[in-house]
């Protein structure tokens, strides 16, 4: 039992140190079998082991250990007491250090020394610690000796500095210097501090190393100040001391000022130590960081970290991945680990700190706001703000809107993420979770760009992180899916296909969430059920045989089901679902000659799949057309974007030029035959032909079948099997497709449609549309809408041929939908409640159609007009609509309604009715981008024969203004809906959801840097209309340019090449302020788009910098402004040259020019009509005042002008005149001139920086100089409310009278300050000037009172709040300038506007007074101050002679 416990006992004082506890292992072991024999003891008979043994302490030779008999403590007393009562004292010290150094000289005896003393007590008896310490630990804790004890060592160290570590590890002068630590008193520390410095200079690295971090553990506090300084020497001189040096520093208690030394002598060093040095040295900075210096110090260490210097490649980490494979790189791979390792430690000790320390984490965040320049940005930042979402709650949402604000910004590229990802994919791995979180908080933003970056998250997270991270991504991708969230929905929808081509494999394995969405398509768009479809069956027809086979039989299910509802919404997934599967099925996947035949006999089942596919669909949609007519567009969509195998592509082309031929087709010399209301024609035709041969559209016989007898048709539709008229436009778009495919693009085979006539009756009504009846009016409509689709379609298919015969019948085409288009506004006019035949089937048409007609039709009767159009709109719906409506009749009730087409038709004062085809453009059919290469064709007009026609072939194609107006319409749309910045057209989403995009269906399946592509390669020639029609303006001269006086046809074609100028520069302006060329992807296109314009001035073979293209583009622009034909061109003109400003670097030198610009359209007589007529006049005006003001040089001179020059001009002129300096200003348009202005002076004065102390007297004059101009344009359009009364004027007055005064308290009273000793006469005019103002603002809250105008009244207590702290703040300033004399209070009375006094309050004296300050000059100028408070403003504008600083606190 005894033996256990001293077991145990040796077992504890191996804690001692270290090296103590590497040596007593072996030899502890065997101290069961110890022995004492007398030959082990020390005999020496020096006072030295005499004392030692009379105190209680055995010395042992060898390798045994020395025996303490007695209790640590009483040993230490007993020798202490030996020694101090000694009759030698103190001459007894000496020979007992003597007698030690002299046993200490043999190595074992040295070594016993030094390890810890074995204990001969039981535990239970003693009263000490549970380990025993060394001698030489035991002797250092009596005062007497210490100091020559320690003399000793110091001077036994160097005789194992270099010494190797012995065979059981000690090393000696390691365990030495142990012998120092965590000693309960140090009788000489100074000394001591020394010895220990002067050993480290002379130790070799490897003992510096561990010298350095025992000073903690030796020295005392009072020499943490003194080891500093010479560790701080050593460490200028010695960078691989680092580590030890900052690891001490970090538990010394030492001065900021010097750690703030430290700290920037280590930042110098921080690009150049090793890695695994650097997170010591980082934890070191950031624990020396305090709250003042926090933001500079994590400024210069973002600065000099380069963690992804010392971070492998991606490429070279691959090529290691594959040696260490071979087993050719282990040395490599574990040095690559090791960097890892060290990497992961530093962002640890970071995150450490982030997580502590709020202030670090406040001054990161603020450190990476303050970056600028987008080139300054680095990798580190972006997962630094990472890290901190993660990491830190307290600043979580700081670290948020600075990532928000980059990304708005355009700091933070793509091609930053990717690298941040690529770079700390490691540390970033780690906070996954908090990553996706921050992903799905930027799906809900409204910002396109926040929600681009959280799709990147995602894509990054699942290209880079594991396989459970990617599960996570595919789980949060289909939440957002799921939401209902339109924008969330189509972005990640865009995510899941961009992972499926980016890792198909690891999208397989997770195929199972993403086959969830099938639960969710009834609340998907068209669009966002095709996407889904795509996903899905990429996912389960991949090429490997036999995977995913689970979810091809889901979607089959699904697919059947939806097919055999009666319900159109789920016909429609149904088929928008099959024809997806199909395309994917049938791709072409051309075999190679060495693939297997297994895979060839795949293809070969998957064609027979897809080819009963389709006749399933065929079959399920042939009864409707409105299932056919989507059926013929999925279908054509598909066979443009994916390519089909051939045996596929063939089938179906014969199919479906069969179908086509036998249904609409019929000879020419065919009659038709049939009971119709007018007589039918082959009109149309483009080429004679004779009786005997040629081809016809057989449309009236069609429709007419349908039209009128719809109810006998249907017993005969299964015999029939006839094709309905209305799918004709979208059956033949997949007609020439499937042509175009098989025929690299020729459409030889089917020419013959682009030229051959229609039967048709005659479409123009002339003098008989008033003796038409209902029915026929509705049946000639209708016949026209098909016909306009049906060339529409045509034009869409032969646009792009190359022969000059085809080109001319293009162009007469397109003159052919000109005249459709009048023939239409003159049906439309006298049926407001007709509903067109449908041209494009989804559920934003399906939404809208059966709304629309109830809605106008409510309206009409309402009105009590034209009561019997009703049966009309009953007879329309029944031709257009009756099988979707017989099909899902239940959901039109339910679904929100869309714009009504006759919603903004207006009625003349004749009672005629104006129709703009604008509000039918959902039953177009649509053009596709192609069509305007059309544009290339030269223009010609009679006033014009321009010799350089834009010719491509011997005969001369002409390009008339009114086929030039409707193409740049068609144009002008597809880009507005496309590159309007999505946050812009979310009013409109959330007004009528979908019909924004109603027509636009193709143009979404194309991305939108394809669409400015094609758009850039239209500048050259739109660039020649351009200048052709700024021409024609310029030769009818100025005097010309209204056209009142004109006769009609030259008026009407002057106001189309008018309308064709306006959508030329509106479609410049919609091109040039396209957002995404800020992306560094999309520059090229902005480069393509400006050396087209600059090469209209000047060709230049050599590429110019961006800043020349847009000056030199600029310049080209800004020439067409001489011959502007009406206001709107000339703001369209405005905004282009803006939006180039704005992509360059220095728009100041730019900037005069715009502000000269907009003031010559302020100057200018425009044609008389535009004022009234058109309703977005105001909003154009106001734009165009905000452009003058915010460009001028001096806008505080430009609103004088206006308001001191042309408002007294309008004013003194008739009523219906306007100012002749401003023709612009009227009556009518006073409120906008008036609104701005105020609004411009108030952003003016508080641009304006307070007056400080420290400026000069220079600054302080123009300072002063600038505000008595703000104050004089103030007081001149404040007392313009005594003219002009309204309510928008007194509102303005009110509104931004407060928010002058403001900003005179904070920007200007400051200045005053300082000024009033040098400039007294000068700021007691202004004073006196603005007194005036407040004194007519007091009289407005007044006015407001009286008339109880709530929408007034409610400004007036913050106005009224304002102008008592003006009061104070005045006073206050003539205190501090010891002229309190200029200062007196007294009574102000209640006013109107005109001046009256308010009678009610009068009589209430005693609660409507206030008190009024005064500010004069008594000594030099007399005001008569004493009798004038009273006195106010005469209505008719003459100036008060009142010098009151007045307010009222009446209420």
């Known amino acids: ?190 000394d001591l501090t020394a010895q220990m410095m002067q050993l480290i200079s002379v130790a070799p690295l490897n003992l510096q190393h561990d010298f350095i971090t025992s000073l903690p553990e030796i020295l005392v506090d009072s020499q943490h100040a003194n080891v500093g300084k010479e560790l701080s020497k050593l460490l200028a001189q010695n960078t691989s001391l680092t580590v030890p040096i900052l690891d001490v520093f970090s538990s010394l208690r030492l001065d900021s000022n010097f750690l703030s030394e430290i700290r920037q002598l280590v930042m110098g060093k921080l690009s ?104 300054e940005h680095k990798a580190l930042d972006v997962a630094m703000l990472l890290i901190i979402y993660s990491t830190s709650t307290q600043t979580k949402k700081g670290s948020e809107k600075v990532l928000r604000n980059k990304i708005q910004s355009g700091c933070i590229q793509e091609q930053l993420l990717e690298g941040t990802f690529s770079t700390h994919y490691m540390v970033l791995k780690d906070i996954c979770p908090s990553i996706l979180l921050l992903a799905q908080t930027l799906f809900h933003s409204q910002d396109q760009r926040i929600i681009l970056f959280g799709s990147l998250l995602y894509k990054y997270a699942f290209k880079f992180f594991d396989t459970y991270c990617q599960q996570e991504v595919v789980g949060a991708l289909v939440t957002h899916v799921c939401s209902g969230n339109e924008a969330e929905v189509d972005t990640a929808l865009d995510v899941l296909l961009e992972l499926i081509a980016l890792n198909p494999s690891a999208m397989r394995l997770n195929a199972v969430f993403v086959k969830g969405i099938l639960d969710y398509l009834e609340t998907m768009s068209p669009q966002q059920i095709r996407k889904i479809f795509c996903i899905l069956s990429t996912l389960a027809f991949s090429q490997q045989p036999g995977t995913s086979n689970h979810i091809q039989d889901e979607m089959h299910l699904v697919i059947r089901k939806q097919l055999s509802s009666t319900v159109f919404k789920y016909k429609l997934i149904g088929i928008i679902g099959a024809v997806t599967m199909a395309g994917i099925m049938a791709e072409d996947r051309s075999v190679p000659s060495n693939s297997t035949q297994r895979r060839a006999d795949l293809s070969s089942e998957w064609c027979t799949q897809v080819t009963s596919l389709l006749q399933l669909v065929h079959s399920c949609t042939e009864h409707s057309p409105w299932a056919s007519s989507l059926y013929y567009d999925e279908f054509a969509n598909l066979i443009q974007e ?114 051959c006539p229609l039967f048709l009756p005659d479409l123009e009504p002339g003098e008989k549309l008033e003796s038409m009846s209902a029915k026929e009016r509705s049946l000639m409509c209708s016949l026209t809408f098909l016909t306009f689709n049906w060339f529409r379609e045509v034009v869409n298919a032969f646009c792009q041929q190359t022969s000059p015969e085809m080109k001319g019948k293009v162009l007469s085409r397109l003159k052919d939908l000109v005249e459709l288009q009048e023939i239409l506004e003159k049906y439309l006019a006298v049926i407001p409640d007709y509903v067109p035949p449908f041209a494009n089937v989804d559920m934003d048409t399906l939404d809208m159609i059966p709304k629309s007609s109830s809605a ?191 006769p009609r046809v030259k008026a009407q074609e002057q106001h189309t090449m008018s309308s064709c100028y306006q959508k030329l520069l509106q479609i410049f302006y919609t091109l040039f302020a396209w957002k995404g060329f800020t992306h560094h992807s999309n520059l090229h296109l902005l480069h393509s788009a400006l050396e087209v314009l600059t090469s209209r001035l000047k060709q230049t073979e050599q590429e110019q910098p961006l800043e020349e293209l847009i000056s030199q583009s600029f310049n080209y622009l800004q020439n067409f402004h001489h011959c502007i034909p009406n206001f709107q061109c000339g703001l369209y003109l405005l905004r282009l040259l803006m939006t180039l400003l704005e992509k360059s670097a220095a728009p100041t030198q730019k900037k005069e020019k715009l502000a000269t610009l907009a003031k010559q359209l302020l100057c200018r007589a425009w044609p008389h009509g535009e004022k009234e007529k058109n309703t977005n006049f105001n909003d154009h005006l106001h734009d165009l005042l905000c452009i003058y003001l915010e460009h001028t040089d001096n806008v505080l001179k430009a609103i004088e002008e206006i308001a001191g020059v042309g408002v007294p001009e309008l004013v003194n002129a008739p009523k219906d005149a306007s100012s002749s300096t401003f023709p612009m200003l009227t009556r009518h348009t006073f409120v906008i001139f008036f609104r701005v202005m105020m609004a411009e002076l108030e952003k003016t ?207």
Request: charged share 25%; glycine share 4%.
């Open 856 to 1046: 106008v039709s409510t309206k009409n009767r309402n009105k009590g007009k034209m009561g019997g159009r009703k049966q009309k709109a009953d007879i329309s719906k029944a031709s257009s609509t009756e099988t979707l409506l017989t099909e899902d009749t239940s959901e039109c009730d339910t679904v929100t309604s869309g714009r009504s087409p006759v919603e903004k038709e207006s009625a003349g004062k004749e009672g005629k009715t104006f129709v703009s085809l604008q509000n039918y453009h959902a039953f177009f059919r649509e053009l596709d981008i192609e069509v305007f290469s059309i544009l290339h064709s030269g223009l010609v007009t009679k006033f014009i024969l321009d010799t350089e026609m834009h010719t491509e072939a011997t005969e001369v194609v002409q390009l008339g203004p009114a086929e030039l107006l409707f193409l740049l319409e068609d144009l002008s749309q597809k880009l507005e809906n496309v590159l309007t910045p999505s946050f812009a057209k979310r009013l409109c989403f959330l007004k009528n959801k979908g019909n924004r995009n109603i027509g636009f269906s193709h143009l979404h399946q194309r991305s939108v840097q394809d669409i400015v592509h094609c758009v850039v390669q239209l500048l050259t020639p739109m660039c020649n209309h351009l200048e052709n029609i700024h021409n024609y303006f310029q030769s009818l001269g100025a005097e010309h340019l209204s056209v009142d006086d004109k």
């Open 642 to 755: 994916r390519k089909l195998a051939p045996k596929t592509l063939e089938w179906v082309g014969q199919t479906i030029f069969n179908d086509f031929q036998d249904a609409f087709v019929v000879d020419f010399c065919a009659i038709p035959e049939g009971d119709f209301p007018f007589p039918v024609k082959a009109l149309y035709g483009l080429e004679e032909s004779s009786t005997q041969d040629g081809i016809v559209i057989n449309l009236l016989p069609l429709f007419f079948q349908e039209f009128a007898g719809v109810s006998q048709m249907t017993s005969q539709e299964s015999s029939q099997k006839s094709m309905s008229s209305l799918c004709l436009a979208s059956h033949f778009r997949l007609l020439r497709l499937c042509v175009a495919r098989q025929h690299n693009g020729n459409l030889d085979e089917i020419d013959g449609l682009l030229d």
């Open 272 to 375: 150049s130590v090793q890695l695994e040095d650097l997170p010591v040295i980082v934890k070191f900075i950031l624990h020396s960081v305090t709250d003042t210096t926090s933001l500079e110090v994590i400024s210069e260490l973002r600065e000099k970290l380069n963690v992804q210097h010392f971070i492998l490649p991606s490429r070279v980490q691959a090529s290691q991945s594959k040696l260490k494979s071979k087993g050719l790189a282990s040395s490599s791979g574990n040095q690559e680990n090791s960097d890892k390792d060290c990497v992961l430690l530093v962002f640890d000790v970071i995150k450490s700190a982030i997580r502590y320390e709020k202030a670090i984490s406040e001054a990161w965040i603020k450190a990476i706001e303050r970056i600028e320049s987008v080139t």
């Open 1 to 190: 039992m005894v033996s256990k416990r001293r077991r145990l006992d040796s077992e504890n004082r191996e804690t001692v140190t270290e090296d103590a506890s590497k040596i007593m292992k072996q030899p502890l072991s065997k101290l069961a079998r110890k022995s004492y024999d007398s030959h082990e003891v020390e005999e020496n008979g020096s006072i030295f082991v005499r004392l030692l043994k009379t105190s209680g302490l055995t010395l042992k030779t060898g390798e045994n250990q020395n025996q303490l008999g007695v209790d640590q403590i009483i040993f230490q007393r007993k020798l202490f007491q030996a020694l101090r009562k000694h009759p030698s004292y103190p001459k007894i010290i000496e020979e007992f250090v003597n007698g030690l150094e002299s046993y200490i000289e043999d190595c074992d005896c040295l070594r016993n020394c030094l390890l810890s003393c074995e204990r001969l007590q039981d535990e239970e008896a003693s009263t000490g610690t549970f380990y025993s310490k060394s001698l030489i630990k035991l002797l250092l804790g009596i005062d007497i000796l210490q100091p020559a004890i320690i003399k000793m060592l110091f001077e036994k160290v160097p005789q194992f500095l270099f010494e190797n570590e012995s065979n059981d590890g000690i090393n000696m002068s390691r365990l030495i210097i142990n012998q120092l630590k965590w000693l309960d008193r140090i009788v000489d520390s100074k």
């Open 1245 to 1451: 004065v508080k641009s304006l920086q307070a007056g400080t102390a420290t400026d000069s007297q220079q600054v302080h004059e123009e300072k002063l100089l600038y505000w008595n101009m703000a104050v004089r344009d103030f007081s001149i359009l404040i007392n313009l409310m005594k003219v002009f009364d309204s309510y928008p004027v007194l509102h303005v007055c009110l509104k931004y009278g407060r928010h002058f005064v403001e900003a005179f308290l904070k920007q200007c009273m400051p200045l005053l300050d300082f000024c009033f000793r040098k400039h007294r006469e000068d700021v007691l005019s202004l004073l006196e000037t603005l007194q005036r103002n407040t004194r007519l603002l007091h009289h407005l809250c007044g006015h407001s009172k009286i008339h109880q105008d709530t929408r007034l009244t409610k400004h007036v207590p913050l106005l009224k709040k304002s102008l008592e702290l003006l009061v104070c703040r005045v006073k206050a300033m003539l205190v501090l300038n010891n002229c309190r004399e200029a200062f007196w209070l007294g009574t102000l009375k209640n006013r109107d506007l005109q001046g009256e006094e308010i009678v009610s309050q009068h009589l209430s004296s005693p609660e409507s007074t206030s008190e009024d300050s005064e500010s004069g000059m008594t000594s030099h100028v007399s005001r008569d101050r004493a009798t004038q408070d009273g006195e106010d403003e005469a209505s008719d504008g003459q100036k008060d002679q009142d010098n009151d600083e007045s307010d009222d606190s009446s209420d």
